[in-house]
């Protein structure tokens, strides 16, 4: 069975602090692809990275970097130096190879104050 | 480039009227996708359309809901008759996805906000 499990459902940091989001999943496939998606107050979501299976290099894109560690089966999400326009849904989503369906976890609410 | 376009935004209805949600996905992608967002279930998939052939709708509550792609750029999701537990946001999105594997990431519509009352 696949599953992804966020079990933060909402954090509350003050501006210019750093925050990490969990993401646990589950499957049985050896091949597959990871996702975070950001759901601002807009309501649209928007793609932020895909990470395949095969590939277990931590990436940083700014202020956004993500932990991936098999071993562990964690694909976390940390903003560095948070801001408020940070503050969003934060989701993240499997698909096995060969498959179609996504699967979201329930999601992280984040709130950054100023 | 446009986005993928969802319309209308809003929509209040009363229960059992007929409600059509309409999406334009992205020129030049092959596959649509409509989920249905709630507090309480998140986001639920309810069908899959590659190169507009209807590829999975096991998502689909129940034959009340009904959806078509007629050519690539345009799909339709059909609610009839309409019940207030079906409030929910909508979503469409599409991607650039062969029917071999859907790795790519998904482009999201802004979401239509289904009110029945």
């Known amino acids: 069975a696949q599953k992804v499990t966020q079990a933060q459902t909402e954090i509350s940091v003050v501006e210019k602090e750093d925050v990490t989001l969990d993401c646990v999943y589950e499957?049985?496939?050896?091949?597959?692809?990871l996702f975070w998606y950001k759901q601002p107050p807009s309501g649209e979501l928007v793609f932020l990275i895909r990470?395949?299976?095969?590939?277990?290099q931590n990436e940083i894109s700014g202020r956004y970097s993500w932990n991936f560690q098999k071993s562990t089966s964690s694909f976390n999400f940390t903003i560095t130096a948070s801001q408020v326009v940070d503050s969003a849904v934060y989701f993240c989503?499997?698909?096995?190879?060969?498959?179609?369906?996504?699967?979201f976890g329930a999601g992280t609410r984040l709130f950054v104050k100023a | 480039d446009a986005g993928v376009i969802q319309s209308p935004r809003h929509e209040v209805t009363e229960m059992g009227q007929e409600v059509t949600l309409r999406c334009k996905p992205i020129?030049?992608?092959?596959?649509l996708f409509w989920y249905r967002q709630t507090m309480m279930r998140g986001l639920e998939l309810l069908i899959y359309?590659?190169?507009?052939?209807?590829?999975?709708d096991s998502g689909m509550p129940e034959d009340r809901f009904s959806a078509k792609m007629p050519n690539a750029s345009f799909s339709t999701l059909k609610i009839q008759p309409s019940e207030p537990r079906d409030s929910a946001v909508y979503f469409c999105?599409?991607?650039?996805?062969?029917?071999?594997?859907?790795?790519?990431?998904?482009?999201f519509g802004p979401g239509t906000r289904l009110t029945v009352l």
């Open positions: 999105a599409s991607s650039p996805t062969s029917l071999a594997g859907a790795y790519n990431e998904q482009f």
């Open positions: 499957t049985r496939d050896t091949t597959y692809y």
């Open positions: 990470r395949n299976s095969f590939d277990e």
């Open positions: 989503a499997l698909i096995n190879t060969g498959g179609f369906k996504t699967i």
């Open positions: 020129s030049g992608h092959n596959s």
């Open positions: 359309f590659n190169n507009n052939v209807p590829i999975d």
